[in-house]
């Protein structure tokens, strides 16, 4: 069963703006990773954040935790043609299996 | 360079047939996982594997089946009792010194025809 929905189901942006999407999980967690995915290719890890972890950059990417509400986000800043993709969170369900949501998909319009 | 090798990237299924889609990692990862994409939809948990020679059942376990006689390998095979096998499958694998971020393939699509 998936337990991460994202928000919204799909984003198109100019090139240079930022995109930001949302991910709401059900239950406890202890850490919440993001993936990004291109068209018909594996997934790719960008960040994990863990549940004692309120906010997290990476380059680009600021990722924000909040467990009362059981959500996080994502923040692509100054967004490139390469950033279009679809966006994953998945949230562990035990120590080694992760649950994923049904993605955002993201168009960056040059 | 370490990754996972997923082979074939395109296969394609007669009605009662079974086939096997190989996985290969060299990460030295514990955790092994096969999962189930359809389009425009998120992933699902067909088989899991924490260590050699044990696995579990995913979400969507039935009409497939997998073996772990090795770390590096983790094949899974859909048989015909699977109606809809027509799907993008992925295989991932993991390490706890990571933080069970997850190493994936590239994909195989599977067509039935």
């Known amino acids: 069963s998936q337990q991460g929905e994202e928000d919204p189901q799909a984003l198109s942006i100019q090139e240079g703006e930022n995109a930001t999407m949302n991910c709401s999980y059900k239950?406890?967690?202890?850490?919440l990773q993001w993936y990004r995915q291109n068209s018909g290719r594996g997934l790719v890890h960008l960040i994990l954040?863990?549940?004692?972890?309120r906010e997290k950059h990476s380059g680009r990417l600021r990722v924000t935790l909040d467990t009362s509400k059981k959500s996080s986000s994502l923040l692509i800043t100054a967004s490139r043609a390469a950033d279009t993709a679809s966006y994953f969170c998945?949230?562990?369900?035990?120590?080694?299996?992760?649950?994923f949501g049904a993605g955002t998909t993201v168009t960056v319009r040059a | 360079d370490g990754g996972i090798t997923q082979s074939p990237k395109y296969l394609f299924r007669k009605e009662g047939q079974n086939v096997t889609l190989s996985c290969e990692q060299n990460?030295?990862?514990?955790?092994m996982y096969w999962y189930r994409q359809d389009p425009g939809q998120g992933l699902r948990l067909i088989y899991y594997?924490?260590?050699?020679?044990?696995?579990q059942k995913g979400d969507i376990a039935e009409g497939y089946s997998v073996s772990r006689e090795k770390k590096e390998s983790f094949p899974l095979t859909v048989t015909s009792a699977q109606k809809n096998p027509t799907a993008f499958y992925l295989c991932?694998?993991?390490?706890?010194?990571?933080?069970?971020?997850?190493?994936f393939g590239s994909g195989t699509r599977l067509t039935v025809v």
């Open positions: 991932a694998s993991s390490n706890r010194a990571q933080g069970y971020g997850y190493t």
């Open positions: 239950t406890s967690i202890n850490n």
């Open positions: 954040i863990r549940s004692n972890e």
């Open positions: 998945a949230t562990d369900v035990n120590d080694y299996k992760l649950s």
């Open positions: 990460l030295n990862h514990d955790a």
């Open positions: 594997s924490q260590i050699v020679n044990d696995f």
